[in-house]
């Protein structure tokens, strides 16, 4: 899958999303989409880098202290 895929997934996604709404005002899209992004996307790289935080914090270019709030966040971890 290409960045190209994973942005045409977010695009109509998104498209979709504003046709649901049927013309009533979106509230706090970006958060919206950064929650339904992040978990899949910590979940999938903690998976691919077999529980290995510091190569998952450096996959995901962000800080391994970083990873580890989120993962926290987003109760992947305890």
Known sequence: MSKKHI???VRAS????F???????PHSVHDMVIQAVEKPMLDV???QAEGN?????QWL???RNTLRRKLLDH???K
């Open 19 to 25: 046709k649901d709404l049927r013309g009533a005002e």
């Open 7 to 9: 942005e045409e997934c």
């Open 61 to 63: 270019g962000i800080n």
């Open 14 to 17: 998104l498209e979709q999303y």
């Open 53 to 57: 935080q510091s190569k998952a914090a």
């Open 45 to 47: 790289v903690m998976r």
């Open 75 to 77: 109760k992947i971890i």
